[in-house]
């Protein structure tokens, strides 16, 4: 039988909660998502960058630390193809369907290369393959410190890069053929310096242009208390900048400047000499009020998004494609009742792999993300006052906010996927004192053999009794610490936690660390515990798995332990330098 007729539609969705990365295959349907079934992506614990179908039957999984899986929808099986050595987080990955290929763009370790203090030499590369039969096609040694996450293949075949650097901007390209790189220069103010600059820039292949902000055209409105927000349109194939223009006008709320940055631009904007630290500081901060920027799939226009505030604008589909219509100004307002009883969109979507990009759906909504994931309603827009207090035309559009798709999973599935990953320790009643110093112990002991009781890099506790009653970690030591023995019994896992030589690489949900919240329970129990806790946060990956921590721990031992003059105030302060990054606050 046809895949597609007997799975119309199905999606690819990672998945972490704890341990190694996991791919669903799910389908869609009215109050979730169906699992299919479902694959462990073996050593891959960093983000998933890309998760796609190649041809119907066949797909990829890649993720940031360089490991790639291939697999079979038909088989139902994954594999891991090769992983390579990628030193840093920014890579990206680019599957080309039409041609089948596979790229991956990012910093590598130079093999063999060390330097004269003995750190591993890194090198930048594009590498692509053939599928699905991957074979090598390029090899191609990229420029120093380029940004892997601009790329975009043009319509020929070519991959760009945007680059900024010592005051110039523009693109790379690079022949996928040759190995050939060329540098096209700009003739305009580079991005600022911000943190995320692909989601300030958009491109389109299919129309061969490429949207960035314009800071060297700040100007100022008619009122002279609003800065313009200026971007150009740049032609990917002859590198020609076709205009740049100011899109819309902010006040300083709207900007997301203080009244010192604001100023700063203002005076900028009228020609006066400002302090260039400053101006820098300012212009970076204007930047970032665009929090998105997107093409229209089958338009020749674009949408931008500010916080809670959309903007659509529409060019002429030749020539120099100039500005022909500007929309009003969208304001966001959450009305759920006004969906009624609509099915979530997301069903359809890989929602772990839902980026930061607009997404316009058949029914003429529109998916945004401000502060979770919004469904807005482009059809019934109403007149509203400016919030600004400006002649602009603003309009209110009815949004509401959209969960996550419920997982649907078989009785069987449940049972596989859950507890069967999970260390299961069996308390007899878990209303008898004695049993649960019991079950604590059980836990110290599971930490003297590590590899015997967690399950891959994952380890997450399930406490069982015989009445059928089932406790995870956070209920078990919330419910149990204050048992006479039972907080000893929990320091002592810790203990024995911190001296597994691979303890930073164990999980016990997504993205958070393993014990997390025995940690939890023993930071609210006793500040004689602080000296425990210190070794636990100088072991376990903070780089990726610090927002439990810094969300509920840190805040909770500041407010029970950190009264300047009371008595556990010492041991605070101690408790507090001992810290590493990103956990005492540093940058």
Sequence with gaps: MDRKMEHPE???????????????????????QQLIWQAELTGSERNILLAAEIDGRNFVVADQAGHVFFGNLDTQQCRKVFTLPVHGI??????????QEFWYSATLAKEGATDAHGIQEEVDKLMGWSLPDWQPIADIELPSYI????????????????????????????SPDSGAIELH??????????????????????????LLPAMDRITIDAGGARLGYGMQLIDLNSFDILWSDTVRYLAQQASGCNKAEFNCLLKHARGEEVNTGALEDALEELTESLKRVHFCDNEVAFWLGWGDTLQKITLDASGKHAITQRSALYKLQPEPAHFGNQTNPLNHEAYHLFGYNLKQLPDGSLLTIYFGIDQVDLTHGTPCPAP????????????RSLPEPELILTEQQAQAFTNAGKLTIDV??????????????????????????????RLELLFCDRDGGEWNERQFVSRTIEVPGVAEQLATAVR????????????????????????????????????????????????????????????????????????????????????????????
Excluded at 90 to 99: I, K, T, V
């Design 10 to 32: 199905l999606i690819l969705s990672p998945r972490n909660d704890g341990g190694w990365n996991q791919l669903q295959v799910l389908t869609p349907c009215d109050n979730g």
């Design 90 to 99: 920014w890579g990206a990955c680019f599957l080309d369907q039409e041609r």
């Design 147 to 174: 940004d892997h996450r601009t790329i975009v293949r043009r319509t020929d075949g070519c991959f760009l890069y945007y680059h900024s650097m010592d005051g110039e901007h523009g693109f790379y390209r690079c």
């Design 185 to 210: 220069t700009l003739p305009s103010h580079p991005i600022p310096d911000i943190h995320r600059k692909e989601r300030v820039m958009a491109f389109s292949p299919r129309l061969g242009l490429a």
């Design 388 to 399: 600004d207090g400006s002649d602009d035309e603003w309009q209110q559009l009815p949004c």
């Design 428 to 457: 007899n009643y878990f209303a008898l004192p004695d049993e649960l110093l019991d079950g604590a112990r059980q836990l110290a002991s599971a930490m003297q053999d590590i590899p015997a009781n967690a399950k891959g890099q």
């Design 496 to 587: 024995l936690f911190n001296a597994f030589p691979d303890a930073g690489f164990l999980r016990s949900g997504d993205s958070q660390p393993a014990l997390s919240d025995t940690v939890l329970a023993l930071a609210g129990h006793s500040v004689d515990h602080l000296p425990l806790l210190a070794e636990y946060f100088n072991v376990i990956d903070g780089e990726h798995c610090a927002f439990f921590h810094m969300e509920h721990t840190l805040p909770l031992i500041e407010e029970r332990y950190g009264q300047p003059g009371s008595s556990t105030y010492e041991p605070y302060r101690q408790f507090i330098q001992s810290l590493p990054w990103p956990f005492n606050g540093e940058e």
